[in-house]
């Protein structure tokens, strides 16, 4: 079957990825429908690992011999790739963390220490019902910490950000406003130019969680009109067809200019004395220690096979199953979507419910029938709290899903409400 | 193949198990929570959000009563239910003595043989031990159980005795 | 040549070793002596990466799918193989943090926070001199945001820590000693159970820099007597032939309960509200966002490999390379070594000085005979400043390293020496 | 093969540079660092701890002088004492000119052909740009020299001109 919008070399693409010529128990074939949990991994990626770690491996900067400069040419390359595939003004923005958790909390946690964006009583910090729990937490312990104010956004029962309380939210109390681009659970896409607007109109520092908007977004920071374009954005290389183990802060220079160190040690310093040390330009001001480097490498590798496939293509992919999903999902009796139904406004993750039964025990059966998805609060037990209910199934797809992948999930779905005695 | 999943699948969820889950034994919260000899814990299972409140009435060194509300997938339903008929009326040492039984099972990785003498239903969950994402669901309402009755009798808890 | 104490099965062990079979430019054999710098990866370790990757790639603990549990039991064996390799008391100690830096930050970063252990005005934390900036700038960052002093030991002249003043140093206002184990710079191995009595005596946290310890020396937390064993001890995955973007903190549960928690995010939290979170018990607590699961992965596989090759044994054989590098080293005229001299008592990280050539510059011209050395300052500034040097080259062994190696060291420092026309 | 390896290193051990590296020009600070028309910077090579300090005086926009301590390997010490003999009587704009002369050849990877007419001397670094860890040490002086010469001067600087 072909729908509008797949990318055309889908089976090639397929191929790529080891892992889904992988059998289950009872020899059952593995669709894969959990990608907004982690991406699977193309075998670029892997070898490109491999390479590193068999022929180039050592120290970064640091270390001045030939596999030493291979390695720090490696590293610093992998910069460059992500800048490029972010449009970074400027690829010494890019710092590598380990995780898109990281990186929020690196601004989180700077900004508690005397510097020109210090956050203090008084102060207000705007998030949103539907973050994942890695750009809530950061927040609450920095407003705890500060004596600041934490505020949020709540949503709108279709699951959209609920903007009309906007001017009572963002004033010039606010200090930092941050929220996802694309919701983990509801798929939601933000309007994130016009919040990022209202933000500067005031003098806020907008930090915008990119984590499930880079695998399926073109982004183009460079392209943005400034006062539209985020002063921080976050995401984390597995959702990327990336390694684990690394993550991204992209951040303009102004900003990551005066916030203070986070992390210290190696690499971060310009001298060190026992009582007083100065600190390194960015990006090195914030990468203490040795980095991530093969993750980095592989990241790399990473954002070039996707930039190869294109991130305009890939987009239409996902909407493409997006769409055939929302559709196949709707026909299973009992089953309620949490979040945008129309699939050109959202991203690639679905949660939804089934009457009479519980997530983990639908994920259960789906996984006997060799159908991965992620059951429970995916970390966002507030936008869950938000719609009343304590957990949901969620699917999601990537450039690899195929629409048959869909059709045995559907499947899975009708055997689980039998199995289950429903109706 | 499909038949050898579905048999897995029917080793996890035993008709006993789905009859618990369909009509759970002495669930809601009874009692006053600030009366002596009762303790009131609430317990959650972090990773997938399960939630069980549990209230322990002792008595004279016996399982009074065991009254819960609770959220949660078939497993950790049922086992709640099953929790209830197994401890209440024992002394808390025998009651201590099936938990410690069931723990053993649910840790065994399906390997061990449950004793129908002690754990009556609770040899249900044998199957459970095999799968390891579920176990934490089998042992959620259990746990909260050990919680409470160790605090109405102040004996040491915690995450220190996990190990 | 064979020395007394190398592995039997050296030969076999370099074998294990890919990056050991490649040329460098000119054809020349890789002499790789920078393992104190970063070690080199056996085959197994990346194999076992690249099977997690292409076979069980999920992320963990959140996925209920067959990956999703073969994916978490892989991350959390990795979690009792690092247990063991420490002889921790209790596995769930364990934390993975990204590198040894994190690690340490992660507890000087806590400890400014209110709780038991807060450091505030009036406070002491003790370091040394001898220390890598990756275990200073953090308790300067300390020290500096919450009013307390910092305060350190000097060292003697022949790189031992200066212990003539202790009672000075450790006093009741001590709320936390923080030092190395073995100097990456020196190689000197730090009395760690006399410093850890007396700062228990005073009720002062002790933290254990085991970067340069955990390569080494056979480490049994569990054996040490109570008031000798450290709270906190770091080390890093990619100097114990592991991945990078891993490293581990292990601390007491007593200590680890009482620290506010670091990061924010998903896997961290027991339950999350809009205005306020709880927290997972340890080792989740400290572990916010995926972690680098693939890295632990390997890092279990490393510690697995020093384990079937033994620590004692591996230990000796660094005695035995040291002992003869020492010796070679020390033939070359003009040279002088920083640190102790008594091979049985250090590390296998040698550093020194050659009359005339800069360390640079010595490295350069043992670069282009395919020795790979360090030059710089090591992140140890303050114990170059002691000696009066601002730079030094240091050569630093393994396991896989061979005597003939050191005989490939020391002419090329003779053939530097007449490169730049000494004498 | 140790040949190859033998003029590798003579690409980059040119004899001027180990001229210059044994008896560099200008070195040692001279003036007075407040006087009119002086700034004094000190830059710091932080990966490997090579420093400068290094003293401009301007005189009717012409540099006057350039003095300088410094710590490093011979490749730093050789390229503060060629910066020094190129720019010291030129004009600043004549003296910008040839520090970007430089830079580009230094980050040209070794595939840019030096102009000895501007450069002079100083195209005997042209090797150093084969190798890519001892740029920052080529650099380290020209690099304190126009920040030096920017803080005179009176026009930006910093970091942000670096991309
Ligand atoms: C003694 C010591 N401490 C800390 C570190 C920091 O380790 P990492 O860079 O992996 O964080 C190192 C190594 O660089 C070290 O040798
Ligand atoms: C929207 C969003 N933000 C943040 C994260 C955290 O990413 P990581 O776990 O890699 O830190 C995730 C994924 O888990 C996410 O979906």
Redesign the pocket.
Known sequence: MTLEGLLPELAVIRKDFPILERTLAGGLPLVYLDS??TSQKPQVVIDTMVDHLERHNANIARAMHQLGAESTEAFEAARDKVAAFIGAPERDEVIFT???????NLVANTLAWPGDRQVGPGDEVVITEM??H??IVPWQLLTQRTGATLRWFGLTDDGQLDLSAIDELITERTKVVSL?W???MLGTINPIAEITRKAHAVGALVVV?A??AAPQLPIDLAAMPAEERPDLL?F????VVGP?GI?VLWGSRAVLDVLPPFLGGGEMIETVRMDVSTYAGIPHKFEAGTPPIVEAVGLGAAVDYLGHVGMEAIHRHEQAITAYALEGLQSVKGLTVLGPLDATRRGGAISFEVEGVHPHDIAQVLDSRGVAVRAGH??AKPAHARFGVQSSTRMSSYLYTEPREIDALVEALEYTRSYFKLD | MSTANGQDLDALYQEIILDHYKNPHGKGLRGDADAAGTAEVHHVNPTCGDEVTLRVHLADGVVDDVSYDAVGCSISQASASVLHDLVVGKGVDEAMAIHQEFLTLMQGKGAIEPDEEVLEDGIAFAGVARFPARVKCALLSWMAWKDATARVTGAATGEGDKA
């Open positions: 907004a949990n380990k995780n898109a958790s990281e990186a929020l973050e994942h890695s750009n996802t694309v919701s983990n969680d984590s499930q976050a984390t290389g597995h959702k684990t993550g995916h970390c």
